[in-house]
C-alpha cells in the first residue's frame, strides 16, 4: 500500500498558493490581488513561507494519509 496523502497535499497547496494564480500576497499595488496572473519576488517568498508553514502542518502535525490498493 502506498501512501498518496504528501502526494495529494503537496499537489493541491502548490496548485492553490501559486503566485497570482488565485491570489497574490503582497499585490502590486495593493495588500493582496485576486487573479493578476502577475507575480513579484516579494509574492513568491511569502507563499513559499505560506506553503512550507502549511505542508508542515499537514504533514507532520496532522499526519494526513492517504492508503490506495
Do not use: C, N
Amino acid at each position: 500500500m502506498a501512501d498518496w496523502g504528501p502526494v495529494l497535499i503537496a499537489v493541491v497547496l502548490f496548485v492553490l498558493l501559486s503566485p497570482g494564480l488565485l491570489f497574490q500576497l503582497p499585490g502590486r499595488g495593493k495588500v493582496v490581488e485576486f487573479g493578476g496572473m502577475q507575480t513579484s519576488g516579494a509574492a513568491i517568498l511569502v507563499h513559499t513561507v505560506i506553503y512550507f508553514g502549511l505542508i508542515t502542518i499537514l504533514l507532520i502535525a496532522v499526519g494526513v494519509h492517504v492508503y490506495t490498493g
